[in-house]
């Protein structure tokens, strides 16, 4: 048996309504929420989306300080391993 849904609403929007003002009439019609509830839903969320992109802008600085610690940690071995043969070739020699 299959239940009968309602088709879900279709939301037309005019072209001067921006995405801000559509978010908080939904939030508004669907849910309920009184004007002033609804724009500091809107505004944490833009807080949310803000924080967001700044931790991957650090996640990516960070990443990028780690790969360069491990190339100076890796040449500063390859340089230390080289000196230490040199060494025991004067030493041998």
């Known amino acids: ?7 879900p609403e279709k ?7 921006g995405y801000e003002s559509r978010c908080q009439r939904r939030l508004q ?3 309920g929420v009184d004007e002033a509830a ?3 839903i ?22 990028s300080q ?4 491990h190339m100076r ?5 390859e340089v230390y391993n080289e000196a230490t043969w040199i060494e025991l070739e004067f030493r041998g020699g």
Not at 11 to 17: H, I, L, N
């Open 1 to 7: 048996m299959i239940p009968n849904n309602p088709p």
């Open 11 to 17: 939301y037309w929007y005019g072209s001067y309504e």
């Open 29 to 31: 019609n669907d849910l």
């Open 38 to 40: 609804a724009e500091a």
């Open 42 to 63: 809107l505004r944490l969320r833009s807080q949310v989306i803000e924080l967001q992109s700044h931790i991957r802008r650090l996640e990516t600085e960070l990443t």
């Open 66 to 69: 780690y790969a360069s610690q």
């Open 73 to 77: 940690l890796a040449r500063y071995r």
